[in-house]
């Protein structure tokens, strides 16, 4: 299997070669035709062969230079934003550059006849028309290939960031304890145990139905954080509060799945909850225009230890805003999370993770 670099050193070598016989080939038709319209019969290639071969040359010279300036104008000017304005003005800047190159050339090296000229500006004319034609195309082709790749790559690795966040949420751990608590309860009491049980089966669908979504309605993750609350509160009692403020046009909007479930996770596994230390999740709206989930701190541990959590928050909403997701570690946790309200709207901008 040949390494990187050779495929890399391999690949210049292939156009340049894939150039040069175009380029010959052409020449070689432009010399028959010329030929031929003053002759009337074909040339000799033994008689004409020094002919040729300039005529090979003049035309080789002439895609290379035609080659550099597409080269140059695809830096300036957007094939996918000015395609129109892209394709005339290769068109233009070609025409007169390779034109009065191949036609200089031929005067000089071939003595051509104002006739020949004409012929020969002509048929310059309708190849590099052809040429600009399939250039556009091409560039255009390769731009959707490598669109298509990107996007095919940015989605699996959103795939592998949901698969990490809801590995957490169905680990044997998870379920072992949920599975303890049902034990204690159906010795305590049958009622609450069936609640539980159907809490608990009401996170697990929500898991397995959204495992492949991109996002999900702020009102279904609410649905998802009661019921994982109530898993809680079964454990923690009164000792542990959501408390959920929300205006009724944030629930219309997106969010990644799990997102404040995992915020709500971090809270209960970075403090201690006790009679005497309460903890208390607070989900608020900031202008309407960001959600704020906040909790107060039993403990003194630094941010750092939320990172794993947030970093795959963050990673996630990557993919769909450039804004920010803000940390704050201050008298309180705070995480602001920007509101996405269009589902389909997808950027590919690195977000950031901001510390204050």
């Not at 030929?35 to 020094?50: I, M, R, V, W």
């Not at 104008?73 to 934003?81: K, T």
């Not at 000229?117 to 399939?134: A, D, N, P, S, V």
Request: with cysteine.
């Amino acid at each position: 299997m040949p390494s990187a670099s050779k495929l890399f050193q391999d690949r210049p070598m292939k156009k340049y070669g894939l150039l040069v016989g175009i380029c010959t080939s052409l020449g070689l038709m432009f010399f028959l035709y010329i030929f031929y319209s003053n002759k009337g019969h074909f040339p000799s290639l033994q008689t004409e062969a020094d002919e040729f071969l300039i005529c090979a040359v003049i035309t080789n010279l002439a895609g290379f230079l035609a080659w550099q300036v597409d080269k140059i104008l695809d830096r300036w000017i957007n094939w996918r934003e000015h395609f129109l304005f892209r394709f005339i003005s290769g068109f233009i800047a070609n025409g007169v550059l390779v034109l009065l190159f191949s036609i200089s050339a031929s005067m000089l090296l071939l003595a051509t006849r104002n006739d020949d000229i004409i012929k020969l500006g002509i048929l310059l004319g309708l190849t590099l028309f052809i040429y600009e034609i399939f250039y556009g195309l091409f560039y255009s082709y390769r731009y959707y290939a490598k669109n298509q790749v990107e996007e095919m790559r940015l989605d699996r690795l959103q795939l592998e960031l949901q698969f990490e966040s809801l590995k957490t949420q169905i680990s044997p751990h998870y379920l072992f304890n949920c599975l303890n608590t049902v034990s204690s309860l159906l010795f305590k009491d049958t009622v609450i145990a069936e609640q539980f049980i159907r809490r608990m089966a009401d996170t697990f669908r929500y898991v397995i139905d959204n495992q492949k979504q991109k996002l999900v309605t702020v009102r279904e993750e609410i649905e998802f954080v009661k019921a994982y609350y109530y898993l809680l509160q079964v454990r923690y009692e009164q000792n542990l509060t959501l408390e959920i403020n929300l205006p009724k046009n944030l629930y219309n909007t997106f969010i990644p799945p799990m997102t404040l479930q995992l915020l709500v996770e971090n809270a209960v596994k970075h403090n201690r909850i006790s009679r005497e230390q309460p903890l208390l999740i607070y989900i608020s709206a900031q202008d309407n225009t960001r959600i704020l989930v906040s909790n107060s701190k039993t403990t003194s541990e630094k941010s750092e230890s939320f990172q794993i959590g947030l970093t795959n928050i963050v990673s996630r909403y990557q993919f769909f805003t450039t804004e920010k997701v803000v940390v704050k570690n201050e008298t309180r946790f705070m995480v602001i999370l920007p509101v996405l309200k269009d589902l389909h709207h997808k950027h590919t901008v690195p977000n950031s993770l901001v510390l204050t």
